[in-house]
């Protein structure tokens, strides 16, 4: 303990470098988050179908159209970009991404970052709900356990319990609600000097981590998929079945969900000692980059944001299927966490 | 939102939001529930002022006791009157005479004034004719010279309008729209229902038939307690629809059929009103039918917003969008309340059409519309009608056949065809 600092909620005194105040409990880190899409907020766009510039309600007052949210929404924290995209095929984005970080006091390096990618199930009713329930619930959880503990495999059950939560009651239907899945990761150091990077996983968005070379780019989640169910029983990859059961999900978070809709092959964990890239994504990209070399291309010797960029627009130039959501995270090494 | 003077009102829409690629019409179900809390003080501020039209024609003087119990429902209803009400009480016959005050000017009704007026309707005697617009006009007149007052009429008829033309009858209704608020009554069976309906229909009030003259009083009595119950002068559905729009229809639904649509009047651009009268503590249901432009599956549109008034006020408010989809499973779907109010409208006219066949002697047609309505009352729920149909109609449970009953008591047929518009409600939460 270096210095003392008093408590923002009940200001009695603790030590500067606490993560909680010893006497109310209150967590004392900087928590920083984000969360996309963030829908109209701030947009003054003319109505998109009558030029007419006034909305009420967010329909146009001419034409009645609903003003549309935009096609795709970007937003960066530290080294952490995010985009999601409409795509082409689809009316409306149902994926969301949140991304949150903890910094102790005064330092710019964070101890701890906690992402998620949900892709709302387009069958269920007003799955964009979940979705974006879903992943800030996760997220959120995930910091609140970050600031009391480091272990990485407590901190993603943490926000997978609570984004299961969140996506259960995030519908206004109940005769169809709205489901999502969601993958996560909980990145933090660790006391042997290496970052354990924890991931979570329910139904069939991804998570890959894209080491410095010569190590292979990998795939670190399974996919809640009849098709890995297939794969797993030892039918062929090329299979027509396997094909077919390409996007049945076994899976999912949601009202209509198992009680505990996650299994053992969830939680999986890659330690790493030198530098790399993780990657968050909907299937609406690697549907278009199935192999992990395929994405793992787009992130060297470039920015995160152009790297981000770049694989959004390839999968909007392959045809755009689906929504599209990318979350990267560039990690130079230990010596970028505090 | 809400008034400082009006609140406590609720609108509800009850609709599939959900059309089918390329095609645009919307309809939806708009619940409005004024409730206990509507402001009383609103109708005081103004004043209330009440007429009762007795008829006088020398057709009341038959049967005996017909007239007595004209006169004893008047004085029925005058003592439902609230203290400080302004009153007047007419005798129509070929024209419309003051009864008391005896200059036809309203007077605050009071013991000592409502005592009077019951003295002065115990001295009535029958002799005349029957011109009921030139009844209309009197109560006008009054209304006229009291601006801003929430003004209902009682009238009271046994007879067929005689001493008028039709067209005579008609200007006078038109004229009167939007004045005052008027509820119809008939004694007897020898006045014709659709002579008092086009009156309450377009005074926004009610009609029915009071067979026997001795339920007359209870009647009267109860009118005149509903009509102190309004404490809200003038609400006004507003509605709003996109440019390029077309409004097939605005109905009362609910607790009568009463189609609304004519009665828009332009309120500015793609916005139009239509008065919904004085209000009391009380819930009624629209729909709207509106088309508009077929839009891209995915599209959303606002089809129209719903808005209700009291003087300038905006007091309430409801939405209407439009989702267009290339699911059918979701278009095809008919909102719950929207399929009972579409078969209320539709068993209403197939009675009126039925009746109206059966008195022209078309056999056939009265068969099949009154069968039709039988099917559509037992359906919904709307027994009161269903009862009714059973006098005028007999189906066969087993073979499921229909024939008119040779002997119908005009009194029922009078009663069915008063009551044709009256529906049977379906709650949002069933």
């Not at chain 1, 970052?113 to 979705?131: E, H, I, K, R, W």
């Not at chain 2, 007149?141 to 007052?149: C, D, E, K, Y």
């Not at chain 2, 267009?324 to 278009?331: I, L, Q, V, Y």
């Not at chain 2, 069915?416 to 709650?427: G, K």
């Amino acid at each position: 303990m270096t210095g003392q600092a008093a408590c923002p909620q009940c200001s009695a005194i603790g030590g500067s470098t606490d993560r909680f105040c010893e006497s109310c409990g209150a967590t004392l880190a900087d928590i920083r988050r984000v969360a996309i899409p963030r829908g109209n907020a701030g947009t003054d766009a003319p109505c998109a179908d009558c030029g007419n510039a006034t909305f009420v309600d967010d329909y146009c007052s001419v034409c009645g159209h609903r003003r549309a949210e935009p096609d795709r929404d970007e937003a960066e924290l530290g080294a952490v970009v995010l985009i999601t995209d409409r795509g082409i095929e689809h009316a409306r984005n149902e994926d969301a991404a949140a991304a949150g970080m903890v910094f102790d006091g005064g330092t710019s390096r964070p101890y701890a970052v906690a992402l998620a990618v949900c892709d709302g199930v387009s069958t269920s009713g007003d799955p964009q709900m979940a979705s974006g329930a879903a992943s800030k619930a996760g997220v959120d959880a995930m910091l609140g356990c970050l600031a009391a503990s480091a272990n990485g495999r407590a901190v993603v059950l943490a926000g997978l319990a609570a984004a299961a939560k969140a996506a259960a009651t995030a519908g206004t239907d109940p005769s169809n609600p709205p489901s999502c899945t969601y993958t996560a990761a909980a990145v933090v150091p660790t006391s042997e000097g290496t970052l354990q990077i924890t991931i979570g996983n329910v139904g069939d968005s991804r998570a890959y981590w894209f080491p410095e070379e010569p190590t292979a780019p990998q795939q670190v989640t399974i996919d809640d998929s009849l098709s890995q169910e297939l794969i797993a029983a030892g039918a062929s990859a090329e299979s027509e079945a396997v094909q077919r059961g390409a996007h049945t999900l076994t899976r999912w978070l949601g009202a209509d969900a198992e009680a505990k809709p996650w299994s053992d092959s969830s939680v999986l964990a890659v330690t790493t000692a030198g530098p790399g890239w993780l990657l968050l994504c909907s299937d609406g990209l690697w549907n278009y980059l199935p192999e992990p070399a395929d994405i793992a291309r787009f992130c060297t010797g470039v920015e995160p944001h152009e790297a981000a960029r770049a694989l959004v627009d390839h999968a909007l130039q392959c045809g755009g299927l689906d929504n599209i959501t990318v979350v990267v995270f560039p990690i130079g090494g230990i010596h970028e966490f505090a | 939102m809400s008034s400082p003077e009006v609140s406590g009102i609720s609108v509800d829409v009850d609709h599939n939001p959900y059309v089918a690629e390329g095609t645009g019409t919307v309809d939806a179900i708009v619940s409005i529930t004024a409730g206990d809390d509507v402001a009383p003080e609103v109708a005081k501020a103004h004043g209330r002022l009440e007429a009762i039209i007795i008829d006088c024609s020398t057709s009341m003087q038959s049967p005996i006791g017909k007239f007595d119990a004209a006169k004893q429902a008047t004085a029925a209803a005058i003592d439902e009157l609230v203290d400080g009400t302004y009153f007047t009480i007419i005798a129509g016959t070929e024209k419309a005479s003051p009864i008391y005050p005896s200059d036809g000017w309203p007077v605050p009704a009071s013991a000592a004034t409502r005592a009077d007026a019951k003295r002065s309707v115990d001295g009535l005697r029958p002799g005349g004719g029957t011109a009921m617009g030139t009844w209309l006009a009197a109560v006008r007149g009054i209304v006229v010279g009291h601006p801003g007052m929430l003004t209902h009429a009682i009238l009271l008829t046994d007879g067929k309008d005689e001493h008028e033309t039709p067209e005579q009858m008609r200007q006078e209704i038109v004229l009167s729209e939007g004045q005052f608020t008027c509820d119809c009554r008939g004694v007897g069976t020898k006045w014709h229902v659709e002579e008092l309906r086009a009156i309450s229909s377009a005074l926004l009030g009610t009609v029915d038939i009071v067979a026997d003259p001795a339920d007359l009083a209870d009647d009267f009595a109860d009118m005149m307690r509903t009509s102190m119950g309004k404490s809200i002068p003038d609400l006004t559905l507003r509605l709003w629809t996109p440019a390029g729009a077309r409004i097939a229809f605005v109905k009362q639904v609910a607790p009568t059929v009463e189609d609304l649509t004519h009665r828009r009047v332009e309120a500015g651009t793609q916005r139009g009103d239509y008065p919904l009268g004085s209000w009391g503590a009380e819930d009624r249901d629209y729909h709207i039918q509106v088309e508009v432009e077929p839009a891209a599956a995915g599209r959303e549109k606002l089809a129209a917003r719903v808005s209700v008034v009291a003087g300038e006020e905006i007091v309430g408010e409801g939405l209407v969008n439009a989702v267009w989809t290339a699911d059918t499973e979701k278009s095809a779907q008919i909102s719950r309340r929207v399929a009972h109010y579409t078969g209320q409208a539709e068993l209403a006219a197939a009675v009126q059409e039925g009746l109206s066949a059966r008195k022209n002697g078309d056999v056939p047609t009265a068969t099949a519309k009154l069968q039709r309505a039988m099917e559509l009352a037992v359906e919904s729920g709307n027994d009161g009608t269903a009862k009714l149909l059973r006098g005028v109609i007999e189906v066969d449970q087993r073979t499921g056949t229909a024939r008119l009953r040779r002997e119908v008591s005009a009194a029922d047929e009078m009663a069915l065809d008063a009551r044709s518009t009256r529906t049977a409600r379906v709650r949002k939460e069933d």
